[in-house]
């Protein structure tokens, strides 16, 4: 069955950095795209990156330059680094993954970023 799992949320102060870790059962390759999401609160979930099985990465603007997305085929994991935090990324963030037709999330993990 795959399954995807996120850890490496927290509490972290403006300008600092996460990292998120997300666990796949199986190889990250059998994906053809992996990313992130995330959902703040009141609002509706949001593209944050993604990579594709070749290695191409795309991010939203809102993150461009300060977060970056990775994959440990050794680990199965898929990362996101995240620095330069803003309050304005507070949110739960959710791993995503495709496999031709099918579609699967993890269950997230929170991040807040405040003094």
């Known amino acids: 069955q795959v399954q995807l799992v996120e850890s490496g949320g927290g509490l972290v102060r403006p300008g600092g950095s996460l990292r998120l870790s997300c666990a796949a059962s199986g190889s990250i390759f059998n994906f053809d795209t992996m990313g992130w999401y995330r959902q703040a609160p009141g609002k509706e979930r949001e593209y944050v990156a993604s990579t594709t099985k070749g290695g191409i990465t795309q991010y939203d603007e809102s993150v461009k330059g300060r977060f970056t997305i990775s994959r440990d085929a050794a680990k199965n994991t898929m990362y996101l680094q995240m620095n330069s935090l803003k309050p304005e990324d507070t949110a739960t963030y959710f791993c995503?993954?495709?496999?031709?037709?099918?579609?699967?999330w993890g269950q997230g993990t929170r991040v807040t970023v405040s003094s």
């Open positions: 995503h993954g495709r496999i031709r037709v099918s579609l699967y």
